[in-house]
């Protein structure tokens, strides 16, 4: 039974838990078998046994919950495949040789300009290049000579194949009509009653939050780093809590780059951007946003690491921003900016387990109603929303932290009074925690 469900379920029966997966996948939970793996290829290569060392190399990227990785030892060559997303990643290695490719998509015609966008993007690849195979499959290569291919260099020139293969194929299907998919059996369609659910929300989301830009007490021209944050949270809790791929991922992550570009634009001109590109997106087609709902394995992550303390410092230095707002009746402003907050750490880092699990606990509780349309069983607020469910949630703190004995929360810190309130103490109980 998975942790959600242990921890959600009640306490006369386990209530099952629908099998949703939210946010970005990280590979920064490496357990102590798969650090061993990597120990193991280093020393193997060293000694110029090869294909041991790229077995264990394999080990390592292997997670066990993904089902990401395979391989095939036969006589003296070493082929692999791995999964990234939309994307199957074949491999194979021998004494003298190393070559990894995905296909992309499939073409019937040439098209100048999906090839002249390619070349263009090989500019901006280290280790790997896009390039057209005997079927007209569009592809991304890599290949190296043995002696050349340590485990250090496999693992970046396999991170860049594999997460610009699994970005391409949803962009370029989306732009070039001619263009078709390849290799995505391994694709597990979601759910039709959750598309519903996210697509609803997805809309509403957008929806309410321009509205409160056009219409809300905030003057959008004399404050707009306030409508920033409005902007960026929406955009950070779309990325996490529907777990967009294609075009709807990259449009989320095409704005946040938009926003925080050391360019000329002033915040007002970017808030614009971003605006009419949130627009864009929910005026879609419920059709083009369903094909993009589908489950799949990564080997990947996108973000950094860090420790809690950088955590505490996005914390600490984002938190105190809600303060004017708050005190000057902005509420729905005072209130999207601790949820940005969190959003924010989830979208860039790849932080401790302990913070990851809280920071889910925090949208449980705030979109509590979205999870409850999703099928999730246990609900953190009551008075259909308007009152929390105290205990609960101190509950759920608790069997958060308890298998890491080195975190020490402090649930009654909460402060419930209302819901910017009860974010702010939120966040304040998790810069209080005591890591020992």
């Known amino acids: 039974m998975s942790f959600w469900n242990r921890l959600f379920g009640n306490h006369d029966s386990e209530v099952p838990q629908p099998d949703i997966k939210f946010g970005r996948y990280s590979d920064a939970y490496k357990t102590e078998a798969q650090h061993e793996a990597w120990d193991r290829a280093l020393t193997q290569f060293e000694t110029q046994d090869y294909l041991g060392a790229y077995l264990a190399f394999l080990e390592y990227l292997k997670d066990p919950e993904e089902g990401n990785v395979y391989w095939q030892l036969d006589g003296d060559q070493l082929c ?58 569009l592809t991304i290569v890599f290949d190296t000579y043995t002696l050349d291919g340590s485990p250090y260099k496999l693992y970046y020139a396999l991170k860049e194949l594999a997460t610009n293969a699994d970005k391409q194929d949803d962009l370029l299907m989306d732009e070039f009509a001619n263009l078709e998919p390849v290799e ?38 004399q404050y707009p780093g306030g409508i920033s944050y409005l902007l960026l949270n929406l955009v950070y809790k779309l990325d996490y809590l ?17 926003y925080f570009a050391k360019d000329e634009r002033t915040v007002a001109q970017k808030n614009l951007l971003f605006f009419k590109e949130l627009q864009k997106l929910a005026t879609r087609p419920k059709a083009a946003f369903f094909k993009e709902m589908y489950r799949v394995p990564a080997t990947f992550g996108i973000t950094t690491s860090v420790g809690h303390e950088q955590v505490v410092q996005v914390l600490s230095s984002e938190l105190p921003k809600m303060d004017w707002y708050q005190e000057n009746g902005y509420d729905k402003v005072a209130l999207a900016i601790p949820t940005y907050i969190v959003g924010k750490c989830l979208f860039n880092f790849a932080i401790p387990k302990y913070d990851r699990l809280l920071f889910h606990l925090y949208f449980r509780i705030t979109e509590a109603g979205y999870f409850k349309a999703l099928g999730f069983q246990e609900n953190f607020r009551e008075n259909n929303g308007a009152a929390f469910q105290k205990k609960a949630i101190k509950r759920a703190i608790e069997q958060i932290t308890e298998p890491y004995r080195n975190v020490t929360p402090d649930p009654d810190l909460l402060v419930f009074d209302s819901p910017a309130t009860f974010a702010r103490s939120y966040l304040v109980m998790m810069m209080e925690m005591k890591i020992r």
């Open 242 to 258: 529907i777990k967009p791929e294609g075009f709807t991922m990259e449009t989320l992550e095409r704005v946040h780059r938009l």
């Open 80 to 137: 692999f495949e791995l999964y990234q997303g939309s994307k199957k990643i074949n491999g194979y290695a021998d004494a003298n040789k190393v070559k990894i490719e995905a296909k992309i998509v499939k073409t019937q015609s040439l098209s100048t300009a999906v090839l002249r966008r390619l070349m263009e993007q090989n500019f901006s690849l280290q280790y790997s290049r896009f390039a057209l195979d005997p079927n007209n499959n």
């Open 184 to 221: 995505v059996a391994h694709l597990k369609s979601v759910p039709e009653a959750e598309k519903e659910v996210k697509y609803a929300w997805l809309e509403k989301e957008i929806r309410e939050t321009l509205e409160e830009i056009e219409r809300g007490k905030l003057d959008k021209n």
